[in-house]
């Protein structure tokens, strides 16, 4: 599912990612620490089998909270 191709990709750090699906639809919600993993988190969502659609309510977290 969602969470297993996220957790399973090792270039995207999705410890704060939440993902919630219903009838094909998937919401990523949380952040992430940049615009490259938030686009690319939802490129990995809808690449699984059944999703219809990706609601990317992602953040990028800005640098200064990153410290």
Do not use: F
Not at 20 to 40: F, P
Not at 62 to 67: A, D, G, I, V
């Amino acid at each position: 599912d969602v969470c297993d191709r996220l957790m399973g990709y090792d270039r995207l750090d999705c410890s704060d990612i939440e993902v919630t699906a219903e009838n094909g639809e998937v919401t990523l919600s949380g952040t992430v620490a940049s615009r490259w993993a938030k686009h690319a988190a939802e490129d990995i969502a809808a690449d699984v089998l059944g999703v219809k659609d990706v609601h990317n309510r992602l953040r990028v977290q800005s640098p200064e909270n990153s410290r």
